[in-house]
């Protein structure tokens, strides 16, 4: 940004500040022309928000607000202007508070400007919904029986009724199409020519759809963890999530298998396979675990970053003692009420769930294909929308349009939230995408920063992509770091 440039924004900043309270509802604001104020939060951070339309095809009608939060430059001077992100999850700003080396490290060449997803919010901010009901864990579909599912949707869809109600007109706004939107609210707000952007995990479905809708304004993007939502049909992409799961199970076995201070003696499948034959299995004085339980654990366990515990609960078991695999499959307790990501996600995602029936037919064909762990993960899949009102999915992301741009997807061969297999299906509809394979499983540039590993060959590709705009070479692939410095933890 020149040094005029600058200077304007700075005085736009200070004669236009959006309020401070709730969703707005008086006169319009100009969401292209609006400044941003910013004010000490805590944690290092600064504050802001932007007010923008519920629904951007109506600019003239009700508003809602959009937490952001900057981490500034380290060196203001020399900064390289602002970096949008979006981690993914219930909350970015959150998250970063928690866990600032997630990207810390960007400030050594932007401001990082945190940006929340509609209805997300930080801690207290009047922006976040607050849905008075909880959403229920998914797990509990695990357990088989029409019973257990119609109760399970009964809950979910008393969860995204009160969604609804705490988040009155903004309810219909909550898609990737209206977040896109925002991004390039954000964008002209903070005075860049183009989006330099990092989305994680559900943060790279709205750099997707920014790609569609606003290709000529889109500058230097990294997507990692990208979810696959263009993939046609429900049972495709179960099947996906279960093959993806399957081969996660074989990984962690191989990774097992060559490491000293694994405590499994014999190769983890087959030790699986061992405790479902001799299952119901005792997990202490007066209970016991099924086979269903016992997938449910490995499943639990298959986050590489829980591969030690998870050989540790399979060695134990297999020595007569479950109850290591016994908690590993227990639900928790609801999702904390505040969080309307789960309704986000299903207005995008899914127009319709299959009833109980259908889904049993095809849970079948699931099993077929990943026999031992993924076929579990359909009922993962499933249990976020089911309940919703069918026909309330927004739109698919569609090809983008040609544009300058410059586009790098991070996939994790170890990702079992976003398939790596469909991550690289969406990098190879972004004209001039590259593909940087890795590893790690998901949010690994992220979790690599808390791990304070910070030399990594993904990291590296990054920030040389983003400071310099230097993608690597077509075929690049770095290791899993990650999982290498899991030896430690055995």
Excluded at 293 to 309: C, F, K, M, N, Y
Excluded at 390 to 401: D, T, W
């Amino acid at each position: 940004m020149s040094v005029v440039r600058r200077v304007l924004w700075t005085l736009a900043v200070l004669v236009t500040v959006v309020p401070a309270g709730g969703p707005a509802s008086g006169a319009a604001v100009d969401p292209m022309r609006q400044g941003i104020g910013w004010w000490d939060c805590g944690d290092g951070l600064q504050c802001g928000r932007l007010s923008v339309p519920v629904d951007w095809a109506r600019p003239s009608g009700p508003r809602t607000e959009v937490d952001l939060a900057r981490m500034p430059a380290k060196e203001p001077l020399r900064s390289l202007g602002a970096l949008v992100v979006n981690t993914g999850g219930t909350s970015t700003v959150q998250d970063v508070r928690a866990r600032p080396d997630t990207v810390s490290e960007l400030t050594r060449w932007f401001d990082v400007v945190l940006v929340e997803a509609r209805g997300a919010g930080d801690r207290g901010s009047a922006a976040a919904v607050r849905c008075p009901v909880a959403a229920p864990d998914p797990r509990r579909l695990f357990t088989p029986g029409a019973a257990v599912w119609h109760a399970y949707a009964r809950d979910n869809a008393a969860y995204a009724r009160s969604c609804r109600t705490a988040a009155g007109p903004a309810y219909e706004g909550l898609t990737s199409w209206q977040v896109a939107h925002d991004l390039d609210a954000l964008r002209a707000a903070l005075g860049e020519p183009r989006l330099r952007y990092f989305g994680n995990s559900y943060g790279a479905v709205y750099g997707q759809a920014y790609l569609e809708l606003f290709p000529r304004r889109a500058g230097r993007t990294y997507l990692e963890g990208v979810p696959d939502h263009a993939e046609a049909g429900l049972g495709r992409r179960l099947i996906a999530h279960a093959r993806a799961v399957e081969r996660q199970f074989h990984r962690f076995r191989d990774w097992c298998r060559g490491r000293m201070g694994c405590p499994l003696d014999d190769d983890a499948v087959r030790v699986f396979d061992g405790l479902l034959k001799a299952a119901p299995l005792p997990a202490g004085p007066v209970r016991t675990v099924d086979d269903r339980q016992i997938a449910a654990a490995v499943l639990a366990g298959l986050v590489p970053q829980r591969w030690p515990e998870l050989a540790r609960a399979l060695a134990a078991a297999g020595e007569g003692d479950a109850s290591a695999l016994a908690a590993m499959a227990e639900v928790t307790a609801p999702v904390p009420p505040g969080t309307v990501t789960r309704a986000l996600e299903c207005h995008d995602l899914m127009s319709s769930v299959p009833g109980h029936r259908r889904f049993v037919a095809m849970e079948s064909r699931l099993g077929s294909v990943a026999p031992r762990v993924g076929w579990l993960s359909g009922r993962a899949e499933i249990a976020r929308c089911l309940g919703l009102p069918a026909g309330a999915a927004g739109r698919r992301p569609h090809p983008p349009a040609a544009g300058r741009r410059s586009v790098l997807v991070g996939i994790g061969r170890l990702d079992t939230v976003a398939p790596p297999t469909g991550a690289a299906h969406v990098a190879r509809r972004i004209p001039g995408a590259v593909t940087l394979w890795h590893g790690d499983g998901h949010g690994a540039y992220l979790e690599q920063g808390v791990g304070k590993l910070r030399a990594t060959c993904l990291r590296a590709h990054v920030h040389r992509y983003l400071v310099h705009g230097t993608l690597p070479e077509r075929g690049t692939a770095c290791p899993g770091d990650l999982t290498a410095a899991l030896d430690a933890r055995m």
